[in-house]
């Protein structure tokens, strides 16, 4: 593989996790979320550096390439951006119980998806390796309930101003990790209907929209919210 697009994504990723946390918000309600949008393009980055160095990839028997530190990277980047929706959701109101059990829900759901995405990556039986990739959507839809079902109610609950950037930024995060699955399908994981080179500078790309877009975008509707949120503040 072209080494290109990996030391590309490392480069992008290591300056938009500077870029997130010096233009981020300093201010204590959106302060949290800073954080973690900026600990997100950062762990990306290490993962690209690896790939860049070829550590963690693995050529499966059929002929398709499994990058671990894409699904190490995944694994832990997608967790804290739910948990900056569910904590978005419960804005300073939850019982620690229940925001702690929606955490945990969504995060399993999603960790699982990551991790049976990976075992029908490494799959050769094709059988086996669409059994697994449907394990994996099941999850994600599990994941996708509990966005725009009960954590959605629960933002609306936090008014009309909340309740309305928590709604933008699932309604960005579902469109753009919808086009994982496609790509693992169309790629050399699934139907060979595109090249490994073609599949790396897509993901490169949805990472970039999931990550660094993201940020900016979700701070900015966070922003907002809670400025009309708290006007005496
Ligand atoms: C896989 C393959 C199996 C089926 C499904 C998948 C979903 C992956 C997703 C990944 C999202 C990654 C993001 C990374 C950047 O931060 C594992 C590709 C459902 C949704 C958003």
Redesign the pocket.
């Given at each position: 593989m072209d080494q290109t697009a990996f030391t590309i994504g490392f480069t992008i990723m290591s300056l938009a996790s500077l870029a997130i946390y010096a233009t981020g918000s300093k201010a204590p309600p959106a302060r949290h979320h800073t954080l973690l949008h900026a600990a997100?393009p950062f762990i990306?980055a290490t993962a690209y550096l690896a790939m860049a160095f070829g550590i963690g990839t693995l050529a499966t028997p059929d002929g398709a390439a499994t990058y671990l530190a894409r699904y190490a990277d995944?694994s832990v980047?997608?967790p804290i951006?739910l948990a900056s929706l569910v904590l978005t959701a419960f804005h300073e109101r939850g019982r620690t119980g229940e925001v702690g059990g929606y955490l945990t829900a969504i995060i399993v759901l999603d960790v699982l998806?990551?991790a049976?995405?990976l075992v029908?990556s490494l799959a050769t039986a094709p059988v086996v390796k669409w059994v697994w990739?449907l394990w994996?959507?099941v999850a994600?839809v599990g994941v996708l309930y509990l966005l725009w079902g009960p954590l959605r109610a629960l933002a609306a609950q936090r008014g009309a101003a909340l309740s309305t950037a928590y709604r933008k930024n699932i309604a960005f995060l579902t469109v753009?990790?919808f086009l994982?699955?496609v790509v693992?399908l169309i790629g050399p994981e699934g139907l060979r209907i595109i090249t490994d080179p073609a599949s790396v500078w897509a993901i490169l790309v949805m990472?970039v929209v999931?990550?660094v877009v993201y940020a900016f975008y979700a701070a900015r509707n966070l922003d907002t919210a809670l400025r009309e949120h708290a006007p005496a503040a």
């Open positions: 997100v990306a995944w980047t997608t951006l998806m990551i049976t995405g029908s990739y994996s959507c994600f753009v990790w994982y699955p693992f990472d999931a990550k």
